[in-house]
């Protein structure tokens, strides 16, 4: 049972940047493909983006490309997300996943933290 803990959320202003984080339980972190979601307020999750367990590969949606990048320390057990260019629509409860698959879809993800809230505002 791998348990994520998911920090670094919180209000910025457009334009702005933030850092996330994604601490894992596990020592076997480093054989999982590991993925940011996000939720904003009446919408459905979606994909943002995903890295191999090497972190050699990586995938984003194309609303964020260009703007956020992930990357993980697996000497750290630790997944990062770091979102620059931030906008509203930005505005969303961010969750990482760790899978056996590197993909894009919610379902090959087993476990989930429990969320942050990243606010960007106008």
């Known amino acids: 049972q791998v348990q994520l803990v998911e920090s670094g959320g919180g209000l910025v202003q457009a334009g702005g940047s933030l850092r996330l984080s994604c601490a894992a339980s596990e020592r076997t972190f480093s054989s999982y493909n590991m993925a940011w979601f996000r939720q904003a307020p009446g919408k459905e999750r979606e994909f943002v983006t995903t890295i191999s367990p090497s972190g050699g590969s990586t995938y984003y949606a194309d609303s964020v490309k260009g703007r956020f990048t992930i990357s993980r320390d697996n000497a750290k057990n630790t997944v990062y997300l770091q979102m620059s260019s931030l906008k509203p629509e930005d505005t969303a409860v961010y969750y990482c996943?760790?899978?056996?698959?590197?993909?894009?879809?919610?379902?090959?993800?087993?476990?989930w933290g429990q969320g942050t809230q990243v606010t960007v505002s106008s």
């Open positions: 996943a760790a899978g056996a698959r590197y993909s894009w879809f919610q379902n090959e993800y087993y476990y």
